[in-house]
């Protein structure tokens, strides 16, 4: 995730715009239109990030030749388990229409509440897989990539993407005790300082002092539910490096659920659009086990009300409360998705 904006094709834009599948409202016989509204069969298809904003695009597509597909990206179309995706015929009958509107080509209007972030950037050539039943099938042609995001206007009364904190179901990734230091976070020193400009290289090193798996496990579930660390008293002690923060929410890392938290750390958290939270009884701590998948649901609600929110384990069927010690400003950020999305949406409004 990558907190803020992902780049997408224009097949994206009906699954973030269209969630029914209904009569269809564009002509069967335009093919582009047809495209995009087939990516409303599954969002799989498309990668949703961590971050607050929704990206989409609009573009001019043709159907390809199935075979020359076939032959070209056999065995390269995987799913979320590392499965292979079958590429079948293309079949117009079997695309799914939708009746959101999508204006006209070469833009797609856009659903109530959202708004380009970017003037559209044109490319002569694009080549999208969407989801036709079980299968894929490649559509190819000119496209036109444009960012979009809440409307500042919209954002009190809008529903919100996943790609915004509301709901958390993910595994622990990681259980660890009192103390833990930024530098056991992140090591310092000349093994990794050469890749202090590259998030991704970085990456690798998190945790490597308390657990060498932990950035390989917790990639694996980057882009899909993310990860939870559990931790005891006095989380993130030490030096107030930033990378600390940055490279686990990188690696998916959604929230740390702590008996206390050292503030500079905690501060960073929330920067980055990390749900910190501690654990009123200590003892919880000690309940909950590394691969257990925790729930935490109605976040947003408890964020803005300053309430408790309450953790199901839903691997030992036990809840647990946790308490937020947030101000105003970082619960806005935290809906925001992070510093930077909040800066911008600052900027936007003035």
Known sequence: MRNSKLAACAVALAAAMAACNKTPAPDPSNAAAAAAAAAAADASVTQPASGTDVVTAGAQSTASDTTAAATHAAGTLLDSSGNPIALLPFDIDSVPMSTASLGDLPFFSLPDGYGPVNRPRQTGFARFPFRLGEGLHWV??????????????????????????????????????????????????????????????LARFTFDQVDETYSTRAAETRDTSGHIIIAGANYGQGSSREHAAITPRFLGLRAVLAVAFARIHWQNLANFGVLALEFPDATDHGRIR?????????????????????????????????????????????????????????????
């Open 290 to 350: 590394r691969d257990d998948v925790l729930v935490l649901e109605g976040i947003r609600e408890a964020l803005a009300t300053k309430t408790e929110i309450t953790v199901h384990n839903k691997t030992r069927n036990e809840n647990c409360a946790t308490r937020q010690n947030f101000s105003q400003r970082q619960i806005d950020m935290l809906l925001a998705g992070g510093l930077i999305s909040w800066l911008q949406e600052r900027r936007e409004l003035s």
């Open 140 to 201: 190819e042609g000119a496209s036109w990539n444009s960012l979009i995001r809440i409307a500042p206007e919209a954002r009190s009364g809008k529903e919100y993407s996943q790609l915004e904190v509301r709901r958390i179901e993910a595994p622990v990734a990681l259980l660890v005790g009192d103390d833990i230091s930024t530098d056991e976070i992140l090591p310092a020193g000349a093994r990794v300082l050469p890749f202090r400009s590259s998030i991704p290289e």
